[in-house]
Nanobody, 117 residues
């Protein structure tokens, strides 16, 4: 089982980026999918989470700017990030609760997002 994240990069303040994360392998089911981020020297924090049915919750710092979505047919979760700020700079990690041989929690490899002029 593997979670492959992509879409990070360098963007100016006020710009947008879209992150994607696809789960692959012999996956039987996926429950919650989420994005976390970790800035340099800080702990890893939840950014947004989405259930299999599409219910979402967000960190207060990103509400109204970020949107999490998923495509269950493709085992993929997305994070649309708009109005980016320098304080959004971090490594972004996808996370998912997957049923492989049993239920487990899995992490992607991380993708760097840098917001700077």
């Amino acid at each position: 089982v593997q979670l492959q994240a992509s879409g990070g990069g360098l963007v100016q303040p006020g710009g947008s980026l879209r992150l994607s994360c696809t789960a692959s392998g012999s996956i039987r089911a996926i429950n919650n999918m989420a994005w976390y981020r970790q800035a340099a020297g800080k702990q890893r924090d939840l950014v947004a989470r989405i259930t299999h049915g599409g219910s979402t919750n967000y960190a207060d710092s990103v509400k109204g700017r970020f949107t999490i979505s998923r495509d269950n047919t493709r085992n993929t979760v997305y994070l649309q990030m708009n109005s980016l700020k320098p304080e959004d700079t971090a490594v972004y990690y996808c996370n998912a609760d997957l049923y492989y041989t049993n239920w487990g929690n899995y992490w992607g490899q991380g993708t760097q997002v840098t917001v700077s002029s």
